[in-house]
């Protein structure tokens, strides 16, 4: 069983960049997928969450209307799109996958079963 986070990278303020989380081991259409990020010296924050089945998505204030998660299931992969990025969204970011109902992109890191492994973004402004 394991997440696969990639797509990080270096990019100006302003831009955009994708994440994308795939698993192996499970299929991420029954479990909820949410995006973490840690910035240096900060505590670990949720920015976006997306549920199991009809794929309902939630997102912290701070990414609202920037970012958007979406499901692919022929390819077991989960995507974050982050437009309009800022150099306060620089940070590491992980996908963690949970069997628990999820509704909201602030749940707690505890709730969650399986980790990717991280993946940069640095957004230069």
């Known amino acids: 069983v394991q997440l696969q986070a990639s797509g990080g990278g270096l990019v100006q303020a302003g831009g955009s960049l994708r994440l994308s989380c795939t698993a192996s081991?499970?299929?991420?259409?029954?479990?909820?997928i949410s995006w973490f990020r840690q910035a240096p010296g900060k505590e670990c924050e949720g920015v976006a969450c997306?549920?199991?089945?009809?794929?309902?998505?939630y997102y912290a204030d701070s990414v609202k209307g920037r970012f958007t998660s979406s499901r692919d299931d022929a390819k077991n992969t989960i995507y974050l799109q982050m437009n309009s990025l800022k150099s306060e969204d620089t940070a590491v970011y992980y996908c963690?996958?949970?069997?628990?109902?999820?509704?909201?992109?602030?749940?707690?890191?505890?709730?969650?079963?399986?980790w990717g492994q991280g993946t940069e973004v640095t957004v230069s402004s």
């Open positions: 081991g499970f299929n991420l259409d029954y479990y909820a």
């Open positions: 997306i549920s199991s089945g009809v794929g309902s998505t």
């Open positions: 963690a996958a949970s069997q628990r109902v999820i509704t909201s992109a602030l749940a707690t890191t505890s709730m969650y079963d399986y």
